[in-house]
Each structure stands twice: as C-alpha cells, then as structure tokens.
C-alpha cells in the first residue's frame, strides 16, 4: 500500500536549534518525494523535491531508500519556519500526491 | 506571480444539496487536481484532470461528485446531492504537466460546511 507517515504532529524548539522532521514512506515502486509547507493563512506550497537535490530556505530532504524515509532537516532553526510540513510522495505512473499527516513545527523566539 | 484561485472560500449547505466548487487554475497549465482536508486528517487526492477528461480518481471520488472545465479558465468540482462527511476544506492545484514531477500549485482552499 501506498502510504506516507509522519510521525510527528507537533515539534517545538527554540530559535537557533536543529530540526529533523521525520518521513517515511511506503511504496512499491519508484517514488518522487515532496515537502509542502504551509505557513499561517497560507496556501500550500512546495518546498523541495528529491529530485531537485537543493536547499530551500536553509532545509534540506534526502532520500534514503533502504531506511524508506525522506526526513527534513535544517541546522538552524528561525522562528518564520514556523508553519505545517507535510511530505508527500507520488509514484510512476501517476502523478496524485500522497500526504502524509503533517507536522507542525514551532520555533520559539 | 500567477497564483490558483478558489471561490467561494466558505461554502454552507444543507445535506442533499448540490455545491459547485469552481477553481481558476494558472493559465498555462495542462493537469489539474482536486485535493480534499476532512478536519484533523491528510490531505486526500480525489481526481486528475487532463485534456478534458479525468486522468485518474480515487475511491472517495464515487458518482457524486463530477468535475468539468466548462470554458478555458475554470474548473468545477460538482457534488450532486452532499453528505454531512463532505464537510472538508477542498484544495484545487494545477501543474504544467507530467511525467516529470513538476511542483502542483495549490489554491487557498473552499471550506464545504455541509449541515
């Protein structure tokens, strides 16, 4: 079954700390993977994509395919990263995005 | 920069009521979707639309609901008689194509209140 987990719905740090916001995902196939983020009040908008292999904002995602997981990291934490991550996959053959239950992140000053 | 625009953002209505949600996509693209939130829960595909024919759809997306691009700027997403578990925030999105993943613009969302 096609499926994307976040394990994680709520991850409070402080301004200046590392996150890591956990993916993992489920899919027999050869996935491309996404993070969306959406800020208060917002629409959702892409962040990165595998593929891309960049850095957006400071994050990064790599996709490691043996753990099945695309975990999303930045050092550096500022409080405007504050807002709802979500990662979703999508698959060959199709091009629908799968969510996965979101994150919410909140940096504190 | 061309955004996805969604009307109305708040849509109220009574159980067995059609809504139409309409969905103006960028212009340029060629693929569009619908997206829905039930509150609380992920975001959940419910169909593709490309060329004027649905691409692919989900099991959410049973007889009642439709979608149709009635002219070259929007596309409608119908529900024919509406349930109280079709309360959800519904995401239209566009994209210039595939198979390359390219980026799904999202739009702000309608919120189907369904009484």
């Known amino acids: 079954a096609q499926r994307v987990t976040q394990p994680e719905k709520l991850l409070s740090v402080f301004k200046g700390a590392p996150v890591e916001l956990k993916c993992n995902y489920s899919?027999?196939?050869?996935?491309?993977l996404f993070w969306y983020v959406q800020y208060s009040r917002q629409r959702l908008q892409l962040l990165l994509r595998?593929?891309s292999r960049e850095s957006i904002k400071g994050f990064t995602a790599d996709l490691n395919k043996g753990e099945t997981s695309f975990h999303l990291k930045k050092p550096f934490s500022q409080e405007e990263d504050s807002a709802m991550y979500y990662c979703?996959?999508?698959?060959?053959?199709?091009?629908?995005?799968?969510f996965g239950t979101g994150t919410r992140l909140q940096v504190f000053p | 920069e061309p955004e996805v625009t969604q009307t109305p953002s708040h849509q109220v209505t009574q159980m067995g009521q059609e809504v139409i949600l309409r969905c103006v996509p960028i212009?340029?693209?060629?693929?569009f979707y619908w997206y829905r939130q039930i509150l609380g829960q992920k975001v959940e595909f419910l169909v593709s639309?490309?060329?004027?024919?649905?691409?692919?759809k989900s099991e959410i997306f049973d007889d009642q609901f439709s979608v149709e691009r009635p002219d070259g700027s929007n596309f409608t997403l119908k529900i024919r008689s509406t349930k109280l578990e079709d309360s959800a925030m519904y995401f239209c999105a566009s994209s210039e194509g595939w198979p390359t993943p390219n980026e799904q613009f999202f739009g702000p969302g309608t919120r189907l209140t369904v009484l």
């Open positions: 595998h593929i």
């Open positions: 979703a996959l999508s698959g060959d053959n199709t091009d629908k995005l799968i």
């Open positions: 212009s340029n693209h060629l693929y």
């Open positions: 639309f490309y060329n004027n024919e649905i691409s692919e």
């Open positions: 899919y027999s196939g050869s996935p491309e």
